[in-house]
């Protein structure tokens, strides 16, 4: 049987399973430069910065059920650079391998027209190769490394800028 599969603007009912999906990667030290979990409290005003015409956050589900998400963030908090955005994706560990991560990263590319997006940045530890994987895919380009800039439990880990520019 095959899974259906939506992406669809997430609604506050929702933060509750992007921030467990979001604790899901900590652990690993590989996508997020978090040491310990967050709370759903905690990413409330992270939730109210996103907006369905500039700056969505998505969620994925397989059969109703929320397996991933996707964020668009306003890059440097300066009006210069309103038409460049982060891109963040995390998804259910159950799901890795199911090219859903790619599935929202084509709608995510695909949106910035609409969204006034000229230039997508992903930010990427360097040991991350999945997810370099998955950029490179689609023709984001190394803009920036930054050397040891993270410590991940006594660990030093580098930092990739990933970045492409969209809608030319």
Request: with cysteine; glycine share 4%.
């Amino acid at each position: 049987m095959k899974e259906i599969i939506n992406i669809r603007d997430a609604k506050l009912d929702d933060l509750r399973r992007i921030v467990e999906i979001y604790n899901l990667s900590i652990p690993g030290r590989i996508a997020t430069a978090d040491l310990e979990e967050i709370t759903v409290e905690s990413r409330l005003h992270w939730f109210h910065e996103h907006n369905t015409h500039s700056r969505p956050l998505w969620v994925l589900e397989e059969d109703d059920k929320t397996v991933g998400w996707l964020s668009f963030q306003s890059f440097y908090g300066r009006p210069a650079y309103l038409a460049t955005a982060e891109v963040s994706i995390y998804l259910d560990p159950s799901v890795h391998g199911k090219k859903y991560a790619q599935r929202l990263l084509r709608q995510a590319i695909q949106a910035c027209p609409t969204l006034q997006i000229n230039t997508l940045l992903a930010f990427v530890f360097a040991h991350n190769v999945a997810s370099i994987n998955l950029f490179n895919k689609f023709h984001f380009e190394k803009w920036a490394h930054l050397p040891r800039i993270a410590n991940m439990g006594g660990v030093e880990r580098d930092l990739l800028i990933l970045g492409k520019r969209v809608n030319e």
